[in-house]
């Protein structure tokens, strides 16, 4: 099995399509039936096309926690769909299954998801949101039907048809399907083999697997945690009816959120924020003024994460410091951190915000990408290389902001200081709503959350 670190090449991605099609007609069998466990049934079918429903008929609580989590929002998120039709138009198909396979990767997999070619040098993706394969983004099966792990990225893994897999197999699961005890399943490789992305042309987009795998939390000391420990807590639950046992979490509670309607949509906004807000300590303290200055540092730890601040697709994840300063009138004398008119951050990079001159002072967390000419670009298959501004675990990030004394002298100041995260700047989202990709406005509700905030006050001589 290969481990991938940002060092790693991309596999040649096929030629072919462009617009995304959401086509309601089935074009194979979508599985999900009752007889679709029963081993050497008539008409039975290979394992891993279980629908995530028919999962649910017998492991309820893990059915009720996936319906809601972001694995089954994956290929009915609005924004990924505008995404995927303009990778394809951009590429004229040849980005192909890449964003796919990890979006629905059984439907990949099985070439649910062609790209076909519609005329006129014109192509589609083959989107048929009526199978529960394709729709259902990352199904049941996807984990535990995996046998083995080529590689941690882009979907490198191998399903088994006959069986499926669990961190300890239970003898009376047999009796609907045969089970195995995988080492697998539990571990962080798992995890790994879709949250470690590099692009077509050989960028790296996601490195999340890789930055656990060099943290604390996997350095073979008896308090080290896998993905799951964080991401799948464990409790007393039915694993199925009638027997109550030791289970795991479905829910996948990760950064993302759901920006239409969508099953527990207010739960798992709850428990984002629970988590981001445990991720981050944030401290403010006066330091050595500066002639006629005083020095106010605000700093940020990256706590209680065994990967980077932000992690996963950080050229669309923000994490900034937003910074304000107020006299003794309460009036507010200094300022970083804060959104232009259309509710951007003023990063100072062109076409990002509405003022080209931006923050200067902006203390922000994620990644820009580049292309081959070495320019800023917005989407992940345009990316040539990428440049990260993350926090590793346990690192801190900080900034000493210098404000006049003429502003604040023989004052008593209130100092106040908030770290916020966003899954995507507005920007982006904009710019996919104007050109039709995007059908629904959503640039405007993309939640901030706030993950810490504190204030202090001192007294200027």
Same mark, same amino acid.
């Given at each position: ?17 462009? *617009? ?19 081993? @050497?049934?008539? @008409? +039975?079918?290979?394992?891993? #096309? ?33 995404? =995927? ?10 980005? *192909? ?34 199978? &529960? ?21 882009? +979907?490198?893994?191998?399903?088994? $048809? ?5 961190a300890s197999a239970n003898p009376r699961g047999q009796e609907e399907h045969p089970v195995e005890t995988s080492t697998l399943l539990p571990s962080s490789v798992m995890c790994g083999t879709c949250h470690n992305v590099v692009n077509p042309k050989g960028a790296l987009i996601e490195n999340t ?5 060099a943290s604390p939390y996997n350095d073979g000391d008896a308090d080290d945690k896998t993905c799951q420990d964080c991401h799948m807590p464990t409790y007393r639950g039915e694993i199925v009816d009638g027997v109550t046992t030791t289970i795991h979490k479905h829910q996948f ?22 988590? =981001? ?22 700093? =940020?730890?990256?706590? !209680? ?18 910074? $304000?300063?107020? !006299? ?10 804060? #959104?232009? +008119?259309?509710?951007? #951050? ?9 003022? &080209?001159?931006?923050?200067?002072? =902006? ?72 050109? @039709?990709?995007?059908?629904?406005? #959503? ?19």
């Amino acid at each position: 099995m290969l481990f991938v670190f940002p060092s790693c090449s991309n596999d040649e991605i096929k030629p072919i399509g462009s *617009d995304v099609r959401l086509d309601t007609r089935p074009t194979v069998d979508q599985g999900g039936e009752k007889d679709l466990n029963k081993d @050497g049934s008539q @008409g +039975a079918k290979d394992l891993h #096309l279980a629908s995530a429903e028919s999962c649910g008929e017998c492991h309820k609580a893990h059915y009720s926690d996936w319906k809601g989590s972001m694995h089954a929002y994956a290929t009915t998120d609005p924004i990924y769909l505008a995404m =995927l039709e303009r990778g394809i138009n951009d590429t004229q198909g040849k980005i *192909d299954q890449f964003c796919i396979q990890c979006h629905a990767p059984i439907a990949s997999k099985e070439g649910m998801t062609p790209i076909e070619s519609l005329g006129d040098g014109r192509y589609g993706a083959k989107f048929d949101q009526s199978n &529960p394969l394709v729709s259902g983004g990352v199904v049941c099966v996807t984990c535990h039907a995996m046998e083995k792990a080529e590689a941690t990225l882009n +979907a490198k893994f191998e399903l088994s $048809k006959t069986t499926y897999y669990a961190a300890s197999a239970n003898p009376r699961g047999q009796e609907e399907h045969p089970v195995e005890t995988s080492t697998l399943l539990p571990s962080s490789v798992m995890c790994g083999t879709c949250h470690n992305v590099v692009n077509p042309k050989g960028a790296l987009i996601e490195n999340t697997f890789s930055e656990w795998y060099a943290s604390p939390y996997n350095d073979g000391d008896a308090d080290d945690k896998t993905c799951q420990d964080c991401h799948m807590p464990t409790y007393r639950g039915e694993i199925v009816d009638g027997v109550t046992t030791t289970i795991h979490k479905h829910q996948f509670v990760g950064v993302d959120v759901a920006l239409v309607d969508f099953p527990q949509k207010v739960e798992q906004r709850r428990l984002v924020e629970e988590l =981001l807000g445990s991720a981050v300590e944030l401290e403010i303290k006066r330091t050595n003024d500066q002639g006629d200055e005083i020095a106010i540092r605000v700093s =940020l730890k990256n706590v !209680n994460n065994g990967h980077a601040l932000p992690s996963g697709s950080t050229s669309d994840r923000q994490v900034w410091v937003h910074l $304000k300063v107020f !006299n003794q009138a309460d009036e507010i004398v200094f300022e970083s951190g804060a #959104l232009d +008119a259309q509710g951007d #951050l003023k990063d100072r990079v062109e076409g990002h915000s509405l003022d &080209p001159a931006g923050d200067p002072e =902006l203390l922000v967390f994620g990644s820009f990408l580049f292309d081959d000419n070495g320019e800023h670009v917005n989407f992940p298959w345009q990316a040539a290389r990428s440049q990260d501004f993350l926090l590793q675990p346990g690192q801190v990030g900080w900034r000493e902001y210098e404000i006049s004394k003429t502003l604040v002298g023989g004052q008593k100041i209130r100092v106040e200081a908030a770290v916020n995260y966003r899954t995507f700047p507005p920007f982006i989202v904009r710019q996919l709503e104007e050109e @039709g990709l995007l059908k629904i406005k #959503l640039s405007d509700k993309i939640p901030i959350i706030k993950m810490a905030e504190k204030t202090i006050t001192l007294t200027i001589p």
